[in-house]
């Protein structure tokens, strides 16, 4: 089963940026699917979406664990 996750860039109480991805474990193999990604105009080319995908792919590891 796939479970909606949420993960949200901050910086002082204000948003950054977005990124919505449901996690499963399917023949002993963690899947992230990302379905939604928005980082504010401001917040462009600073890594926001890097930061978002590495919270991704964090908690996709602690699901195998």
Known sequence: ASNPNNFMALENGTPLGTMGAFISEESG???ANIVGVFVSKEARGKGVGSKLM???LSKSKKIRA
């Open 29 to 31: 193999n963690v899947i």
């Open 54 to 56: 590495k919270a991704v």
